[in-house]
Nanobody
């Protein structure tokens, strides 16, 4: 069983910063791509940023230059530093990871429970 646990959400004013963290734990052989997604009320879940084991990153156009994703392979963690936050960044943010539970298993995608980020105007 693999668990992803997020932390760091909250309420912030426009222009402020927040840092989200996510830790993968449980039965883990390897963690491949990790990423952050978000879902605002009434909208579909969308990609925010992803990062490979080799630290190759990909960002949604809406967050480029403001958000930075990073990971620690030794600790199986991923973080999202969010700066210059805007009201439109308000959403539930989900951590996701492609995890291989053992050398005998195919990799699967796992999700965290989500953490609320609210940016007040």
């Amino acid at each position: 069983q693999v668990q992803l646990v997020e932390s760091g959400g909250g309420l912030v004013q426009t222009g402020g910063s927040l840092r989200l963290s996510c830790a993968a734990s449980g039965s883990i052989f390897s963690v491949n791509n990790m990423g952050w997604y978000r879902q605002a009320p009434g909208k579909q879940r969308e990609l925010v940023a992803t990062i490979t084991r080799d630290d190759l990153t990909n960002y949604a156009d809406s967050v480029k230059g403001r958000f930075t994703i990073s990971r620690d392979n030794a600790k199986n963690t991923v973080a999202l530093q969010m700066n210059s936050l805007k009201p439109e960044d308000t959403a539930v943010y989900y951590c996701s990871a492609i995890v291989q539970a053992s050398r005998y298993n195919y990799p699967g995608r796992y999700w965290g429970q989500g953490t609320q980020v609210t940016v007040a105007s």
